[in-house]
C-alpha cells in the first residue's frame, strides 16, 4: 500500500532537530537554514541577552551572519549589554564578520569602536587596522582630551601601545591635564610601556611650542 506524502512536504528541508541558538553557536548551517526555512524568528534575543546575529558575529560565522541578514535579521539590534553585532565582531578580532556588516550599510562611528577596542584591551592587529581603514584616527583626542595611546598607557595594554604606534600613533602628544603618555605610563608603573615609549623617541614632558 503506497503512503501519500503531504504536498508541503515536497522539496522542503526537514524541520529543524536541535535549538537556534545551539545550531548558531556550534555554525551547523544546514541546522540554521532548516529553522529559516520553518519560520524560527531569529530576531529574539536568547537566555544570555544575545540575538542570533551577535552570536554569529561573535564567533565569526561569516556564512551564517550572511545568511540571517538575507533573512531580514536586524544588523542595528543591541544584545542585553548594549553591543551591536559589529562592536562584538570586533571585539572577538572577527574582521571578516565586521567587513561584511560594513559592505551590508551599517554605520557606526569608527572612532568610538576604536576607543571601545582599546579600552578592552583588543590588540588584534587586522581589528584596529581595519578601524583606522575606516576613517578612526589614533591621533584624535576625545573629549576628555586624551588620545587611544593615552589609554592603552594607563591601562598597561603593551600590545595595544605597540599596535597604535605601528598605525601611526604619535608618542609626544599632551592630553587635557598636559601629560604625555610615557608620563602616564611612568606614573602607573607600566616599566614595559615606559621601554617601549622611550625606543621610540617618547618624552615624559609635552614638546615645546
Known sequence: MLLTLPLAACGEPPAPTINLYRAIH??????I???????????????????????AAQRGHVVVVEELLKHGANPAVRNGNGRTPLELALLAGKTEVARLLVTRGIKEDP????????????????????????????????????????????LGQLLVVKRLIALGAEV???????????????ARGQRDIVALLQSFGASPAPAGP
Open 26 to 31: 556550534v555554525g551547523d548551517l544546514d541546522q
Open 33 to 55: 537554514k532548516r529553522h529559516l526555512h520553518w519560520g524560527t524568528d531569529f530576531n529574539q534575543p536568547g537566555a544570555d541577552g544575545d540575538y542570533p546575529l551577535h552570536v
Open 111 to 154: 572612532q568610538g569602536l576604536l576607543v571601545l577596542l582599546v579600552d578592552a584591551g583588543v590588540s588584534d592587529r587586522d581589528a584596529l587596522a581595519f578601524l583606522v581603514a575606516q576613517g578612526a584616527d589614533v591621533n584624535a583626542a576625545g573629549p576628555d582630551g586624551s588620545r587611544p595611546l593615552h589609554r592603552a598607557s594607563a
Open 172 to 186: 609626544n602628544p599632551p592630553d587635557a591635564q598636559g601629560r604625555t603618555p610615557l608620563a602616564i605610563a611612568q
